[in-house]
């Protein structure tokens, strides 16, 4: 049997307690949602979703093709120029996805001899990038300056430095300002994915490499998706011009895929313009993050101290992990679940995502319902 050896898998992942099963989500549900990437509370926002639905209106629900061909409109462009604005960069490069952004930056920037230093907490799209390019990856100690400053030291050639700013597991960020000495003390670049900053961190959400003083920098790269702040779908890298020029025609994510639906650079770019406008929805976020962590510790629960909008709470195994999450299901609440393979180090939490827009009496609500279900 060709595909026999699925069953052979699937039966030691059942053992593992580690089968992964998707759940349609109804338009209407009932759960108090502390599972979605939803930060600013935006996905949902009439003003964003009627720009989307007019953005799909005026250029049609596909882009039609690449970038490259018929893929790029006028929307795509104001995006880019205002998103490059709003978190300090010359340019910006929107994409499909924020996985083919980190494809598409990690891999045109490490050719052939060249070195990547990859943070061992990375994201699986930044390590997939490791994978794709052409340079050799070394994977360093979690956030550690030291460790990277070692790593690129006797290297001779190109080399980048990659790493989250916000880790997706445990929320913690990465220490950039250190991390960015150390990748200029030997003349590396910084390719940094602010998937979980962006719309949180720096002045008005404009995203942690601002609020570390390193966003423009000619040797700093940042990533980001459209997805969890700004409410929409889609990537971005943003960067010094050549870079960007660069990645027109070298990177494969943008040359071979479908420009970016212009819905989701409608609603993308009407998210940007209200956080504009709104800019105490990221502090909101962070605040929102503060105190439930606060209230959790409090009840003895073992969490990390949130850096942005993400929660992450222990859990004994597994198995228990994924029961945790079914009871607060149960119970009304939406939390979402790591468990390895998804967590290298192999211990598994229930994810908390800080929205702006709870109420102090979700809050309290969320964290009832987690204590009243605790393992
Ligand atoms: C840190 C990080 N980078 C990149 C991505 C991928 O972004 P997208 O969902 O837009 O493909 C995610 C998650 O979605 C993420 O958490």
């Not at 459209?226 to 409410?231: F, N, V």
């Given at each position: 049997m060709a595909f026999g050896w699925i069953e052979e898998q699937a039966r030691a992942r059942r053992r593992a307690g580690l089968v992964r099963t998707l759940r349609p989500r109804p338009a209407d549900s009932p759960l108090l949602d502390l599972?979605?990437?939803?930060y600013l509370g935006l996905a949902r926002h009439p003003e964003i979703t009627r720009s989307a639905a007019e953005a799909a209106r005026v250029w049609?629900?596909?882009?039609?093709?690449s970038r490259l061909v018929t893929g790029t409109t006028e929307l795509h462009t104001t995006l880019e120029g205002e998103l490059a604005a709003f978190c300090g960069f010359e340019a910006a490069l929107v994409f499909a996805t924020g996985y083919a952004a980190n494809l598409a930056a990690v891999t045109a920037l490490a050719p052939h001899g060249s070195l990547l230093v990859s943070d061992a907490g990375n994201h699986a799209s930044l390590i997939d990038g490791c994978r794709l390019a052409r340079g050799t990856t070394q994977v360093v100690a979690h956030a550690d300056p030291d460790a990277v400053r070692k790593a690129l030291g006797a290297h001779r050639g190109p080399a980048v430095l990659v790493s989250d700013?916000?880790?997706?597991?445990?929320g913690d960020a990465a220490p950039l300002g250190r991390l960015a000495e150390a990748a200029r003390e030997s003349g590396a670049g910084l390719v940094l994915d602010d998937a979980h900053g962006?719309?949180?961190?720096?002045?008005?959400?404009?995203g942690a490499p601002q609020g570390a003083g390193?966003?423009?920098?000619?040797d700093v790269v940042v990533t980001a998706t459209?997805?969890?702040?700004?409410?929409s779908q889609g990537g971005v890298v943003l960067g010094p011009e050549a870079v960007i020029a660069h990645l027109v025609n070298a990177a494969r994510t943008f040359i071979f895929d479908t420009g970016l639906a212009p819905a989701a650079a409608g609603a993308a770019l009407a998210a940007l313009r209200l956080l504009r406008r709104e800019p105490e929805r990221a502090a909101r976020a962070r605040e929102v993050a503060a105190t439930l962590y606060e209230r959790l510790t409090a009840e003895g629960f073992e969490a990390v101290r949130p850096d942005a909008a993400v929660v992450s709470v222990r859990a004994p195994s597994p198995e228990r992990a994924v029961r945790w999450a079914e009871e607060c299901r149960a119970a009304g609440l939406a939390v979402g679940c790591f468990r390895p393979p998804s967590v290298p180090d192999g211990v598994s939490r229930l994810r908390l995502t800080a929205r702006a827009d709870l109420t102090d009496a979700e809050l309290r609500r969320a964290v009832e319902v987690i204590r009243a279900t605790r393992p």
């Open positions: 599972a979605s990437n939803d049609g629900a596909g882009a039609t093709g700013t916000v880790f997706s597991v445990d962006l719309g949180v961190l720096g002045e008005g959400g404009r390193i966003a423009g920098a000619p459209l997805s969890k702040s700004l409410g």
